[in-house]
C-alpha cells in the first residue's frame, strides 16, 4: 500500500522509542514491560494512534489465566500466568484503539475494555504464500482417501486431542487401509502411538507444512471447550485449505462461521466419527479442494479488504 514501516521486538522499542510515526501497533501489549507506561504516555502526549492487538486471549482474570496455552503447554505456572494476565489486561486499558483476530476475542476485549473501538481483522493467507502453492498446485497433490492429519504447533494440544483419540483408535483399527499423520510435539496415548499405521514427526518449519498436509485428504482440529480455545482462529481452516485438505473440527466460533459447505463441525464422539469414516472417492477429494480452494481466495480478499479500510 506504499507505507512505510518499521518491526520492533518490545525489548528494543521500548529500550530506545522512535517517535517519528503516525500509527503504533502493540502486539500483545503488557504493562510489566519496562517503560511500558513511559512510553504509551508519551507517544499519547505527541497526538499519536495508537493500537492494542491480539491474536489469543492472553488478558483477564484467574478462571482465564488457568486455562490458557500457557499454564496447558507449562511454559507458565499457574501463579505466572494468573500475574502475566493481570499485566495484560492492566495493558488493555491504555489503548482506545484495539485489533483482534476473532470476533470472540473482541467480545472479550469489550468485556474487560467496554469504551474501547474495536476491530476484528481476520487472519488470513498472504498472497505470496498463495502463489507459490499455486505454482506447486499443491491443493491438487493425489493423495489416499485413507489419510488423516493433525498437526500441532505447541504441547498445549495435549488437553485437545483425548477429544479424538478414542475415535481415531476405533478407526485406526477398524480400518488397517486408514493412517494417521501426526506432526507436533502432542503426547499420543500408547494405544494409538503403537498402531502400524500411525507416523509421527516433530514440528517443523511453517513453510514445510503444506507439503506435509498434502499428504493428507482429511485435517482434524479438535479442541476442549474453554474461554481460551473459543477465542482461537480459523488458522487450521486456512492452512488446510491451502493444502487440498478438507479440514473435521470443533466447532469454535470462528469456525462456525466459515460455514458447513467448507467444513464438518463435529460437536461430539458421533459426529467425529461419522465424519472421520466416511470416505470419499479421490474425484470428490479433488473437487472438495477445488471448492475450498476457491473459498480460501474469498477469505484472504475479504480479510485484506477489511485490513485496508482499517489503515
Given at each position: 500500500?506504499?507505507?512505510?514501516v ?36 508519551k ?8 493500537v ?10 484467574e ?21 502475566a494476565f ?11 484503539l ?16 467496554p ?17 507459490v ?19 500441532s ?11 479424538v ?21 502432542v ?10 499405521n500411525?507416523?509421527t514427526s516433530?514440528?517443523v ?14 485435517v482434524?482440529?479438535?479442541?476442549e471447550?474453554?474461554s ?72 484472504t ?11
Amino acid at each position: 500500500m506504499g507505507r512505510t514501516v518499521a518491526i520492533y521486538s518490545a525489548a528494543r522499542f521500548y529500550d530506545a522509542p522512535c517517535l517519528d510515526y503516525d500509527v503504533y501497533i502493540f502486539h500483545r501489549p503488557n504493562v510489566a514491560r519496562k517503560r511500558f507506561s513511559q512510553t504509551v504516555g508519551k507517544l499519547k502526549f505527541l497526538g499519536k494512534i495508537l493500537v492494542a492487538d491480539y491474536d489469543d486471549l492472553i488478558f483477564g482474570g484467574e478462571e482465564l489465566a488457568l486455562v490458557s496455552s500457557a499454564v496447558k503447554n507449562g511454559t507458565l505456572s499457574e501463579s505466572a500466568a494468573i500475574t502475566a494476565f493481570g499485566s495484560n489486561l492492566e495493558a488493555l486499558g491504555f489503548f482506545d484503539l484495539v485489533t483482534t483476530s476473532t470476533k470472540a476475542l473482541a467480545e472479550k476485549v469489550l468485556e474487560f475494555n467496554p469504551s474501547a473501538r474495536v476491530n476484528v481483522l481476520h487472519n488470513f493467507i498472504p498472497p505470496s504464500v498463495l502463489e507459490v502453492h499455486d505454482n506447486l498446485d499443491t491443493s491438487l497433490t493425489p493423495r489416499s482417501e485413507f489419510r488423516l492429519g493433525y498437526f500441532s504447533g505447541t504441547k498445549s494440544h495435549n488437553s485437545d486431542f483425548p477429544i479424538v483419540s478414542d475415535v481415531l483408535h476405533k478407526i485406526l483399527s477398524e480400518n488397517r487401509k486408514s493412517s494417521l499423520l501426526v506432526v507436533g510435539p502432542v503426547d499420543l496415548p500408547p494405544g494409538i502411538s503403537s498402531l502400524p499405521n500411525v507416523t509421527t514427526s516433530s514440528a517443523v518449519g511453517y513453510w514445510r507444512l503444506p507439503s506435509l498436509m498434502k499428504q493428507c485428504s482429511i485435517v482434524i482440529a479438535p479442541l476442549e471447550e474453554t474461554s481460551f480455545n473459543r477465542c482461537k482462529s480459523r488458522v487450521k481452516y486456512l492452512e488446510s485449505a491451502l493444502a487440498g485438505c478438507r479440514l473435521v473440527a470443533s466447532p469454535i466460533p470462528d469456525m462456525s462461521e466459515i460455514g458447513s459447505n467448507f467444513i464438518d463441525l463435529a460437536s461430539s464422539k458421533n459426529e467425529w466419527y461419522n465424519f472421520l469414516s466416511t470416505r470419499s472417492s479421490k474425484e470428490e477429494i479433488v473437487a472438495s479442494a477445488g471448492v475450498n480452494r476457491l473459498n480460501l481466495e474469498k477469505l484472504t480478499a475479504s480479510a485484506k479488504k477489511d485490513l485496508e479500510a482499517f489503515l
